[in-house]
């Protein structure tokens, strides 16, 4: 998830149970052990000796890592702080190598370190089923954003070897590099760049974070040093996946309070982002008389309005339009302010309702700066990606998966950036979420049973 308050990010976690009511029990583990069964062929074993150990996911063992990972971190617990290329992020990408060597996965790593780590099939030559997220935290975060995705799928991995499940076409396990915008201001940048971004691939030859470090110069540090054009070699050759699910936490209040236990998302919102600004005299707060003023900051207060008035006029609940920066220069209370900055972020599942958003916000910036006499000095779309449908074989399976295990669910959209935005453009895509305050063992433990019994009947498709 992407430049969401922060307040929220430690709230919710993907694919787990909201309270205990339908807490994995005997029965639940009985009957996913039995679909293993039919999956995998392997023999019941565990007789009359209580419930199974063929089908437990290792709770402690994955909160013990989570709570490990967070240790990596430039900021105090309990927040956690874990920026690209840092030295903690160098460190938990080592300690997500060591998990994926100890799980018997071949490891690998693309030009830019995201991490792949391989459960070859019978059939190795097919799509592998992928699933992923990321460990790189925005600063003052929590510990489940994108860890889940990571931790819980290797454990979802450990759990299928440990049952014995034999997988046709690969598993594989990804950790995307910077899905946070923190450092070099690009969200899900190794995604992105999976996906085969060429335009991506050449501003990253040039882009500098705050601190005038290139991007070349930061990964070099962090143990990837590569020439410009190895950029390209990080495009997913076609067929790479032929499906990837991505376990998530989730940044909305959706589920909790329906009280559904299971999110499968179905579509992830198409966000765009655009600056604004505006110039004008500005001038002192006290000589220049209000016929004569052209006020810079105004005419970013009307715009504010107006990105809200364009946004509720689709008609539709699934638009959404928030200017979150909005910034007047020079920032005294006795100056006209002589320039303003916004940032407005505009969502929608459908791709044409929210371009036509932009545009009449487009026309509202240019009509303002008119009525006002201030000049529209930038309006730029910053990104203004496609939505992501998940694929319908994936949600199926999803939907399999966490019938088999007596989990009730709700399909439903996701409007925060993620990875799976751009796999989807690679790779049929399923994506699960659940909104969660306080992140069990137990709760996650469903999520990794739903994703290791997902990925299982995708393996053998
Ligand atoms: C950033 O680094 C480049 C290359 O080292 C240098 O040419 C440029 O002057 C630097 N810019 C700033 C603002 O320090």
Known sequence: MTSEPKASRLLLLALLLVGAAAAAGGHDDAVARRTMEEFAGFPASDGDEGPSTAFRVDS??????IDELASFSDSPAPSVTRVLYSDKDVRARRYIKGIMNDLGLAVREDAVGNIFGRWEGSEAGLGAVGTGSHVDAIPFS????GVVGVLGALEAISLLKRSGFQPKRSLEVIMFTSEEPTRFGISCLGSRLMAGIEELAQSLRKVVDNQNVSFLDAAESAGYKMDPKDLQSVFLKKNSYSAFIELHIEQGPILEKEGIPIGIVTAIAA??????E???????AGAVLMPARNDAGLAAAELALAVEKHVLESGSIDTVGTVGILQLHPGAINSIPSKSH???DVRDIDEKRRNEVIEKIRRSATEISKNRGVVLSEFKIINQDPPALSDQSVVEAMEFAAKQLNLEYKKMISRAYHDSLFMARVSPMGYSHKPEEYASPEDMANGVKVLALTMAKLSLE
């Open 271 to 276: 966000p765009a982002s655009i600056t604004v």
């Open 60 to 65: 402690e063992g994955l909160q013990r890592q």
């Open 342 to 344: 916004l940032e407005i």
């Open 142 to 145: 929590g510990k489940y954003d």
């Open 278 to 284: 505006f110039e004008g005299n500005g001038g002192h």
